[in-house]
């Protein structure tokens, strides 16, 4: 479809502070609201769908990354996410919000996709980024140090059930609050609460027993 040429997702080149800036961070002044830019929209001006996806590919590639903890995995949940907003967009609800609308759908896409997966994915070594006042004869070693740590932190998070890890994804590594992740997974305040409540102790008990057996199998190495 010609209307979704401007899909251009810069997710990768998105600052740190883009990242976890949001999704209810309310436009800049001077710029349209969501729902006049889909009003816009409806009205067929093509050019009015490029805001939406500049102001919302970041924060949802994200979302999508938080899940599959794999870039060009990601990159296609939003690209199909957004593909399906076009083609929905003369339907939009406007007493609901653009972004919890969007947000669903790419937890949905993405969710479909992990069960799809025939195996686990990992990060690599360009997603980490030099740390901040390192040397350079330091940075390959922290860097190496940090990858791994990203990587155990995804296979930990892909051991949750889906309902888990999803509220874990979207809290603590996109930074919603328990209102908007209720919005967005179609559940009550209180069971999102709970949900991360269960969530962060899954997370934390199978990170310690990866630990000790790390410190297990190296203290066995050292007899």
Not at 52 to 73: K, N, P, T
Not at 88 to 108: C, E, G
Not at 141 to 148: D, F, Y
Request: charged residues 30%; positive net charge; contains cysteine.
């Amino acid at each position: 479809m010609a209307a979704v040429s401007f899909l251009s997702l810069r997710a990768k080149n998105r600052s740190m502070k883009d990242r976890k800036s949001g999704a209810s961070e309310p436009p800049a002044a001077g710029l349209a609201t969501d729902g006049e830019i889909i009003r816009a929209c409806q009205a067929g001006d093509e050019s009015a769908f490029a805001s939406l996806v500049e102001r919302y590919s970041g924060r949802a590639y994200w979302v999508a990354h938080g899940l599959l903890g794999d870039q060009d995995e990601a990159r296609d949940i939003v690209q199909e996410a957004f593909l399906r907003v076009y083609r929905a967009l003369d339907r939009f609800d406007f007493d609901q919000s653009f972004y919890t609308w969007l947000y669903r759908i790419v937890v949905n896409l993405a969710i479909d996709r992990l069960r799809k997966l025939s195996r686990s994915r990992s990060v690599s070594l360009d997603d980490v980024g030099e740390p901040a006042g390192s040397s350079a004869e330091a940075a390959p070693g922290r860097r190496m140090e940090a990858a791994e740590t990203g990587v155990e932190v995804r296979e930990v998070l892909a051991r949750l059930p889906d309902k888990y890890r999803t509220v874990m994804v979207l809290r603590e590594l996109n930074g919603l609050s328990c209102k908007e992740i209720a919005g967005i997974v179609r559940s009550s305040h209180a069971t999102v609460r709970w949900r991360l409540h269960v969530a962060r102790k899954y997370f934390r008990d199978e990170w310690e027993r990866r630990k000790q057996r790390g410190r297990g199998g190296r203290a066995n190495h050292g007899l």
